[in-house]
């Protein structure tokens, strides 16, 4: 397992954007964004392979969420636009286990978005 920092989350106006950046203490192959919406179970959102840059997203945030890394700098970015209600959640990013989005149970604090509308 390797500790993640997630950072960027906050309130924004349905419609609205934010970008998420997460930073791992140490290199690590692959890295997964999942989220908590209230009342629910921690789902899988995108995922990235820092070596080729292969991509997963989940069907819901296609077409209006990015993810980016870079493997120098163990970092990684989620970038969100076109926010809505559902989008609500504590988000987190976390080394994976298998490809695309089997996460290592080592979870950080996450970062909390919140869409008003």
């Known amino acids: 397992q390797v500790a993640m920092e997630e950072s960027g989350g906050g309130l924004v106006q349905a419609g609205g954007s934010l970008t998420l950046s997460c930073v791992a203490a140490a290199h690590t192959w692959a890295i997964g964004w999942f989220r908590q919406r209230p009342g629910q179970f921690r789902e899988p959102i995108a995922s990235?392979?820092?070596?080729?840059?292969?991509?997963y997203y989940h069907d819901s945030v296609k077409g209006r969420f990015a993810i980016s890394g870079d493997n120098a700098k163990n970092t990684v970015t989620l970038q969100m636009d076109n926010l809505n209600a559902e989008d609500t959640a504590v988000y987190y990013c976390?080394?994976?286990?298998?490809?695309?989005?089997?996460?290592?149970?080592?979870w950080g604090r996450g970062t909390r978005v919140t869409v008003s509308t």
């Open positions: 990235i392979r820092l070596d080729d840059h292969l991509i």
């Open positions: 976390v080394t994976l286990l298998s490809w695309p989005n089997t996460p290592f149970d080592y």
